[in-house]
């Protein structure tokens, strides 16, 4: 088991681009971040994600217990069953959230913090 190909959007990609600087990670590694980021907020967030052009993350990023964690977790945050397609329209969604927190917490750190440490809160 593993993600399909989603599109993420234009600003999500930026956002993207501007994590992996700051956190000195691989591009995977920063998508599974924003992904745990976007599905541990409660915050009730509106996320606009018709920014084009669209960058195709790739399938295969995400894969085996990683992928059935996730899946878990989306289902468990939806309260209710949902099929594959389901899954990973809340997955995108999730992972555009998580890229706008982050981007949020390295606008709020201080000059002399390191991002990773602030991503945490």
Not at 1 to 17: F, T, V
Not at 63 to 69: A, G, Q, R, V
Not at 70 to 83: G, V
């Amino acid at each position: 088991m593993s993600n399909r190909k989603m599109n993420l959007s234009k600003d999500g990609k930026d956002i993207l681009d501007l994590a992996e600087a700051e956190l000195e990670l691989e591009r995977p590694l920063v998508i599974k971040v924003a992904l745990a980021k976007g599905l541990s907020s409660e915050e009730q967030t509106i996320v606009d994600a018709s920014s084009t052009p669209k960058w195709t993350i790739p399938d295969n990023i995400i894969k085996n217990e990683e992928f059935l964690m996730f899946k878990h977790l989306i289902i468990h945050k939806a309260n209710k069953p949902l099929n594959e397609e389901d899954v990973h329209k809340q997955m995108i969604f999730y992972i555009e959230k998580g890229l706008r927190l982050l981007k949020q917490s390295f606008q709020q750190k201080g000059s002399i913090s390191d991002s990773r440490l602030a991503i945490l809160n």
